[in-house]
């Protein structure tokens, strides 16, 4: 495949225009789940083609692009999404999360706050949050054009009546502008306070063939119950890198007698502090 | 001190080029040409443009040597290429009544006009291995007969003009594209067609097979199933009319199946359609029966709670290329969701301890 043979971004002018229809819909009805054409993409479903599809419409030559997988910039899926838009579209990447004008992730909300004039993209598997409680789309369409999200709250009670407290840990529904209750894919809880931004965020669902938004200072509500407030939990550890208190952490097994360390689970971030002299149990002196 | 992993794009890399000295094998074999697999492998070929919605034979036999052989990745290479094809405007519906048929069968009547013709079909065959193609045997030239030419009228017309089956209404209307618009549900009978037409064969089959088995049993007979070559037309809007741009083989079955009556019909025979893209008459006969077990709501049958007829259920789960990327997805990394349930289970097994220990005291 050589560049000159695709049109910028892949995408014809004719799909990304139906696209860019979505997304305008999307975000004039913010976390409203907007219907379109997703096409075939050269990756499979599954890798990203919502997110991809998105962010081929979004695309101008002179954005720079950030894609992460997991919060990482060198995870290979990560890697295999910014080379396609490096040789389709020929805009400049960055692993910088400021640098960046559009940032396309898989289950991660970048640590260093977005500002105004960002895009940050999500690749969704499952857009629809009611789905696991009633598989049919007729039915969900339905329980949200009625705001009949009673099931939900049923559903998260239960949880707290069997383990004491809310058992989902990722994908944790949001409601957003006292509306549309919407997922915010498979990032962990601990990403959703950061669902109220300055930036706009744009969520693509390839095999569902679903778009949803937010504009930025969308407001965005974590469902939860007065006496059981939402709790955006992490592992109780420092970065053992950079020492950093505040981020998301990944677990790594180093050793096959129970050893393990903790580190950010945003690169990009876990550099910064380095590069500024912070530093863990693990990381250079 | 530790350093993260780091490599992906290398590692992307050597992966490509491993797989592709995978696909050529031991070089010490001559490499399959194209044209090859286009001729030798003709029914994973039709398979792979039928479920890749593409006719082109050339490219199906490249994207089948590309992959391996694997025909839902060569399935999915053709997918990919296909959504970058210009639509230069829509065909007129072909004409299956003017197909020159390679096979054309009834298993209804023992002979209809136009006649039995087996074709080139497996059902005969003894299924033992021929080790003469093993050992590079030559294939005599068949015998040729004399083309019929006459066009070769369809089986259920006959019943249609005594009115003995339930007749389908003509329409006109342009029905929706399914690869340029988002399929929405209820689905009617046009795209519920299209979509089985390049549905997975295996999936189609196992539905087919459990409608059989009273699953929202039909009683289906193959009223005819006809596999052969028709004549693509398109309007021209500077000529003002229709010029053919091409031949394509495609398998016909219209099934007929057994329907009691109602208070408004008197009891007559239903149909059930399928219309497939090469000689695919295993997928053609499961889709015509799929076809028909989704008609229960319109034939005002019994909704007996099977897969097969629930639309929704089946044209949910019946692209293969949609069905293998989710489910392979699940091997991408996922370390961040996995990491918040490894905390949250940690948490409330700390919370039960706790609370045993409570107990205890």
Not at chain 2, 7 to 14: K, L
Not at chain 2, 75 to 86: D, E, K, M
Not at chain 2, 104 to 125: E, N, W
């Amino acid at each position: 495949m050589t560049a000159d043979q695709y049109n910028f971004a892949y995408l014809d002018e004719q799909t990304k225009r139906m696209i860019r229809r979505a997304i305008l819909k999307g975000l004039a009805v913010p976390g409203y789940q907007v219907p379109f054409a997703s096409r075939e993409m050269p990756m499979p479903y599954g890798w990203g083609t919502g997110g991809v599809q998105v962010t081929a419409a979004t695309l101008v030559p002179d954005d720079r692009l950030k894609v992460i997988d997991q919060g990482a910039d060198d995870t290979t899926n990560a890697v295999s999404i910014r080379k396609f838009f490096e040789r389709t579209a020929g805009v400049a990447v960055t692993e910088a999360t400021t640098e960046a004008s559009i940032i396309q992730t898989r289950h991660r909300i970048p640590e260093t706050p977005l500002r105004e004039g960002q895009i940050l993209v999500y690749q969704v598997p499952i857009p629809e949050p009611l789905r696991f409680l009633e598989p049919r789309e007729t039915e969900t369409r339905k329980m949200h054009a009625l705001e009949e999200y009673g099931l939900m709250h049923v559903k998260l009670y239960e949880d707290i009546a069997r383990h004491g407290t809310i058992a989902t840990a990722y994908a944790y529904p949001v409601q957003v502008e006292g509306r549309y209750v919407m997922d915010p894919s498979p990032i962990p809880k601990f990403d959703n306070p950061k669902l109220e931004s300055p930036a706009i965020q744009l969520f693509g669902a390839g095999r569902e063939q679903r778009i949803y938004a937010l504009p930025p200072y969308t407001q965005v509500v974590s469902l939860d119950f007065e006496d059981h407030p939402f709790d955006p939990s992490r592992a109780d550890y420092p970065c053992a890198v950079c020492g950093a208190v505040d981020s998301y952490l990944d677990e790594v097994i180093t050793d096959d007698a129970g050893g393990r360390m903790f580190l950010c689970s945003d690169t990009d971030y876990c550099g910064q502090r380095q590069a500024a002299g912070h530093t863990g149990t693990e990381g250079a002196p | 001190m530790y350093v993260a992993v780091k490599g992906g794009a290398r590692a992307i890399d050597n992966a490509h080029a491993w797989l592709a000295e995978e696909r050529r094998g031991d070089r010490t074999v001559p490499e399959m040409t194209v044209a090859q697999i286009r001729e030798q492998m003709g029914l994973a070929v039709n398979r792979v443009m039928a479920e890749g919605s593409l006719y082109d034979p050339d490219l199906a036999a490249l994207a089948i040597k590309q992959a391996r052989g694997d025909l839902i990745e060569a399935i999915f290479l053709i997918r990919a290429y296909r959504t970058t094809l210009p639509r230069f405007g829509g065909a007129q519906p072909i004409d299956t009544g003017n197909m020159a048929c390679d096979r054309r069968i009834s298993a209804t009547f023992k002979d209809v006009p136009g006649g039995q013709v087996l074709g080139p079909t497996f059902d005969y065959t003894h299924r033992l291995l021929d080790f003469m193609l093993a050992a590079d045997g030559d294939v005599p030239e068949a015998a040729m007969g004399d083309p019929a030419g006459d066009p070769v009228p369809h089986v259920t017309e006959f019943l249609n003009s005594e009115g003995l089956i339930q007749p389908e209404p003509e329409s006109d209307a342009v029905p929706r594209d399914l690869t340029r618009e988002p399929l929405e549900l209820p689905a009617d009978r046009a795209l519920r067609l299209q979509s089985l037409a390049r549905a997975d064969e295996g999936f189609l089959l196992g539905l087919a097979y459990s409608t059989q088995r009273g699953y929202a049993r039909n009683h289906a007979f193959v009223g005819e199933l006809r596999i052969g070559s028709v004549a693509v037309e398109m309007d021209i809007p500077d000529l003002g009319f229709a010029i053919e741009i091409g031949e394509i083989t495609v398998t016909e079955c219209e099934t007929v199946n057994q329907f009691t009556g109602s208070k408004t019909e008197p009891p007559q025979f239903t149909r059930g359609y399928g219309l497939v893209f090469g000689q695919t008459e295993r997928k053609a006969i499961a889709m015509a029966l799929v076809d028909r077990a989704m008609r229960w709501e319109e034939l005002g049958e019994e909704n007996v709670g099977a897969p097969a007829q629930d639309t929704e259920f089946v044209l949910s789960h019946c692209d293969n290329i949609q069905a293998t990327g989710f489910l392979e997805h699940i091997k991408l990394p996922h370390y961040v969701d996995f990491q918040s349930e490894l905390e949250l289970i940690r948490k409330l097994r700390a919370q039960a301890k706790a609370a045993g220990q409570e107990d205890a005291t």
